[in-house]
């Protein structure tokens, strides 16, 4: 596997896994843990957000400890953050709103990038800007799995991924809705498991999570 997946590859892989776990924790010792415990549990699309501390180093480590993985990076808020989650190896970029900058920039480097949009202005303002695909977030502020389905008719084209509001239980209906692939954090990592570092349970919800959803 290159550094990052070329766009069109990035598209067979999201479509193949379907599922990207958002690692968020305020230290970085506990988000490797978040992350490791999912990719044993078999996901294989694993965003670092830019906002857990130290988010550099622990995209270099998850690179060299789970190779297996496809580690990318989310919560990108400006330029300067884009160049150092590529410079730490990040395979694929989120941001949660539309920068034209940051988005041509990494069209130029030709690595996968997934801004967020809300309205079909801005959905189809960040695929005509050069997006990879389109973040729908937040995802319950809309409506969720009908929202999804009611952009299909003029948007389908455009490959989305709504975040902000899919649960274990209504994950697989967003993909039959016509979603691509779908983002989940804090549903995959309950507090009380977190806390009662119970991590053989999250590994044993995320594999349902994801027989649910093949």
């Known amino acids: 596997m290159p550094n990052f997946p070329c766009p069109s590859s990035w598209l067979t892989l999201l479509k193949k896994h379907r599922v990207i776990a958002v690692i968020r924790a305020n230290k970085k010792n506990l988000a490797r843990q978040m992350a490791l415990t999912v990719a044993f ?64 920039a990494a069209v130029n480097l030709n690595i996968p990038i997934i801004p967020g949009a809300l309205t079909p202005t801005e959905i189809v303002t960040a695929w005509t800007l050069g997006a990879t695909c389109v973040k729908v977030f937040p995802i319950q502020a809309v409506g969720n799995v009908e929202y999804i389905k009611s952009l299909q008719a003029p948007l389908k084209q455009i490959p989305l991924i709504p975040t902000g509001g899919v649960t274990l239980e209504n994950a697989a209906e967003f993909i039959s809705s016509g979603a691509i692939a779908i983002g989940l954090s804090s549903e995959l990592f309950p507090k009380h498991l977190v806390i009662s570092e119970d991590w053989d349970l999250i590994t044993q919800q995320t594999e349902t999570l994801l027989q649910k959803i093949k």
């Open 41 to 104: 549990g078999g996901i294989k699309l694993i965003e670092v957000t830019w906002n857990t501390p130290n988010a550099a180093e622990l995209v270099v480590e998850l690179r060299r400890e789970i190779p297996d993985c496809i580690i990318g990076a989310g919560t990108l808020l400006n330029l300067q953050q884009m160049q150092q989650a590529v410079q730490a190896g990040s395979q694929f970029l989120f941001t949660p709103h539309i920068d034209p900058e940051i988005i041509s």
